[in-house]
Each structure stands twice: as C-alpha cells, then as structure tokens.
C-alpha cells in the first residue's frame, strides 16, 4: 500500500474517448484527484459520479485535476459514460486488478451480476510531483467522503500549507 508522501506508481489509464491518460503527464496546479470507483453495476457510484460532474468546476477552480477509473471493459465504460450524467469527467477503463492491488484497493469477487473481480472504490490525491497526498479507501461501496468535505479540506490545506499525514 502506498502511503503519504511516497511516489506512487505510474498509471498510464485508457478513456473512452479513446485516448490515453498518464498520471506523469498531469500538471495540476495543486493536485490530481483520482477517483478508482467500482463500475457500472454500482448504483453508488453512479451517484458519486454524477456528483462529481456537478462539482467538478469547484476543484479545477482550486487546481486539482481528477479522472474516475474502473476495471470495467471498455464496451462497459462507455456505456457508463453514455447513460450516466458523468461528460466532463475523463473516464478510465480496464484498470488490471494487479496494478489495483499496487494502489492498496480492496477488491470484491463479484455476486449477483456483478463483474467477477472489480475494486472497491478509493480517492488519491496526489501532488504535481506524482506524492501521494491524501487517500481515502473503502472495502465496501458506503462510506465514502463527500466532495465538499474534500473541497473542504483542500482549501484547508492550501490556505494553511498544511502537512500530508498518515505516511508513519
């Protein structure tokens, strides 16, 4: 698991505007958000996303950037961004379970018509030098920050220069 303040792994990421998104190519003023949410079947997320889009003004006007990325197929995420409210949200596809684990996200053997293995849902936010900052991970899909208590805190810690913590 990746703690504060440690580099994270490189993530190259496919969209569904069939491009392709690095995290060593972002050069957020202050941060990028990532968002690994656990697919289409997940009425949550949905909700989380959505969310996000209406909101998602509020960070870039603080200089965070943000991508939500699942394991789901490509045919799957586009479908999840066609039929949910999510067109300004970069929407990442096909992250391997393996490169998952190197993120510390937990992750759920699928039940009912789930996918068979996906992650379960976490926020990084990690510095322009590719540090990682702030995480929050879950092992089930309740429990989740709000984004205004991340924007919240995201003005704290630019006002006050306040430390990353957790990295002990």
């Given at each position: 698991?990746?703690k504060?303040?440690?580099?994270?792994?490189?993530?190259h990421?496919?969209?569904?505007?069939?491009?392709?998104?690095?995290?060593?190519?972002?050069?957020?003023e202050?941060?990028?958000?990532?968002l690994?949410?656990?697919?289409?079947?997940?009425?949550?997320?949905?909700?989380?996303?959505?969310?996000?889009?209406?909101?998602?003004?509020?960070?870039?006007?603080?200089?965070?950037?943000?991508?939500?990325?699942?394991?789901?197929?490509?045919e799957?995420?586009?479908?999840?961004?066609?039929?949910?409210?999510?067109?300004?949200?970069?929407?990442?596809?096909?992250?391997?379970?393996?490169?998952?684990?190197?993120?510390?996200?937990?992750?759920?053997?699928?039940?009912?018509?789930e996918?068979?293995?996906?992650?379960?849902?976490?926020?990084?936010?990690?510095?322009?030098?590719?540090?990682?900052?702030?995480?929050?991970?879950?092992?089930?899909?309740?429990?989740?920050?709000?984004?205004?208590?991340?924007?919240?805190?995201?003005?704290?810690?630019?006002?006050?220069?306040?430390?990353?913590?957790?990295?002990?």
């Open positions: 698991m990746i504060p303040r440690e580099k994270t792994p490189d993530l990421i496919s969209l569904v505007n069939n491009t392709t998104w690095k995290l060593s190519e972002q050069a957020p202050n941060f990028t958000m990532i690994f949410y656990r697919g289409k079947h997940c009425p949550v997320c949905k909700s989380q996303l959505e969310e996000l889009q209406k909101k998602g003004s509020k960070f870039t006007d603080r200089g965070v950037n943000f991508i939500a990325i699942s394991s789901d197929t490509q799957v995420a586009k479908e999840t961004y066609n039929d949910w409210d999510i067109a300004d949200i970069p929407l990442g596809y096909g992250l391997p379970i393996e490169e998952a684990r190197k993120w510390g996200l937990f992750i759920s053997k699928g039940i009912k018509k996918p068979e293995h996906f992650t379960e849902p976490g926020i990084f936010i990690i510095t322009p030098d590719q540090t990682l900052y702030w995480v929050s991970i879950q092992s089930m899909p309740f429990g989740r920050p709000s984004f205004n208590d991340i924007l919240g805190g995201i003005d704290y810690i630019l006002k006050e220069g306040y430390p990353a913590r957790g990295e002990a």
